[in-house]
């Protein structure tokens, strides 16, 4: 308790004490004392327990951050957080759905919810000799809005009321933190969660066995001042939710979707056996492993379906193309989620690694919102095309291995028919 609260109470008490004793009816002393003392004890109960609840409203009012609506008239308060005054800066946004949706594309539950997780993460660590008196709330909030709207640091400087170094800091570290900390977001999934990606996909197209959908997509960067631009090529295989399962980024955009994949970890433990490992299962005599569906960008191989060229209209193959297109659908609109992201709807104007953290963050971001069953950063357009890139990059050719895509189009065969039947008995 303050000393000027202190004060105060026990000049109230000595008060009170003297007037009882002073009283008309205080004839009797001792009957008097026995009187006085419990007014004065329920007195001095009261006046405690309310300083006490006020000094505690008064610290939760300073440790959190404060959201004002916009259309009322500001406080002397609410000025003095505006210009940074106490311990807290504010987000300057309403709890209404669209504020938090714009400003960090998602719900203010999620917000609050990713708060709770990450504040320990964000708290942790502030930039050698600079203390940053700032709540995981206003953390937080700096971050995403810089991934959400891509706003420059100086234009989340003035909207949060921070210095540009803070900003910088900030959106960094939220990067960092879920990165490091949340990559588990983003796993290959178990052989028990894979037989349910694969059931999704067969009650969707018929196509039994199929483990995921593998596309590759580039996000532009600038440096030096704008002058000079290239792009990042981020691998990505999701199921049919658009659930991210896998992502690669930080290969040269300049590289064709085929070697990309045969630069990453995932090639590599395919191809030695150690995902997609599970038994295969007979589709009109033929043994079909685990695979996955790509475009015409990727190599046809015994885990990886890509669709026939030049199919004759009302054959298999059509049929299959169909299918295969279906499946794709989920891995376009994930891509298309992700660029909405502001950082990553334009050229990212950072250092190749930390535009690398961007996508990274952005993917982990839309995996958790899925999870929460937030779908303010999911898009869903009509004309999946414009979004579609495979054209641009062909496979390449001498990276083929005749006998191996021989199996592959044995396997292939058998699933364009089971495709044609299976679309025969929607009809």
């Not at 951050?65 to 504010?90: A, M, Y």
Request: aromatic content about 8%; proline content about 4%; hydrophobic content about 35%.
């Amino acid at each position: 308790m303050e000393s000027s609260t202190l004060l105060a109470l026990l000049s109230s008490i000595s008060q009170l004490i003297l007037l009882l004793l002073l009283s008309p009816n205080s004839t009797n002393s001792s009957s008097s004392c026995a009187n006085v003392f419990p007014i004065a004890h329920s007195f001095l109960s009261s006046h405690e327990m309310a300083a006490t609840l006020s000094l505690l409203t008064l610290s939760r009012k300073r440790k959190r951050t404060h959201f004002s609506e916009r259309d009322s008239e500001p406080t002397d308060h609410d000025k003095d957080q505006e210009l940074g005054g106490g311990d807290s800066v504010q987000l300057g946004l309403t709890r209404s759905p669209d504020s938090f949706r714009n400003c960090f594309r998602m719900t203010h539950s999620t917000f609050e919810w990713l708060c709770g997780l990450l504040e320990p993460l964000l708290e942790c660590r502030d930039p050698v000799g600079l203390p940053l008196n700032l709540s995981a709330e206003l953390r937080l909030g700096i971050g995403l809005f810089r991934l959400s709207t891509g706003s420059s640091y100086p234009e989340i400087s003035k909207q949060f009321g921070v210095s540009e170094p803070v900003a910088r800091f900030c959106a960094k570290q939220l990067c960092r933190v879920l990165c490091t900390n949340y990559r588990f977001w983003i796993e290959f999934p178990n052989p028990n969660e894979l037989a349910s990606v694969s059931a999704a996909f067969g009650s969707q197209t018929g196509l039994p066995n199929c483990c995921g959908v593998i596309d590759c997509t580039r996000f532009k960067t600038v440096k030096n001042g704008g002058f000079h631009e290239e792009s990042i090529a981020a691998q990505i295989m999701v199921d049919s939710s658009s659930r991210i399962l896998s992502i690669v980024a930080g290969f040269r955009g300049n590289k064709g979707d085929s070697r990309v994949l045969k630069s990453s970890t995932l090639y590599k433990d395919i191809e030695a056996g150690r995902l997609l490992n599970s038994p295969p299962v007979n589709v009109d005599g033929v043994a079909v492993n685990q695979y996955l569906i790509g475009d015409e960008g990727y190599p046809l191989l015994p885990w990886l379906m890509v669709p026939f060229v030049d199919a004759a209209k009302g054959s298999n193959e059509e049929h299959f193309n169909a299918a295969h297109n279906l499946m794709r659908l989920s891995a376009l609109r994930t891509i298309v989620s992700l660029k909405s992201w502001g950082i990553l709807s334009r050229p990212i104007q950072e250092e190749f690694k930390m535009a690398v953290a961007y996508i990274g963050a952005c993917s982990i971001l839309h995996n958790g919102l899925l999870r929460r069953e937030d779908f303010s950063a999911m898009c869903d357009v009509d004309d999946y095309s414009l979004y579609d890139q495979s054209s641009q990059y062909y496979r390449d050719t001498s990276l083929e291995e005749n006998s191996i895509e021989r199996k592959a189009s044995v396997i292939r065969t058998a699933l364009a028919a089971k495709a044609k039947e299976f679309q025969n008995t929607q009809v």
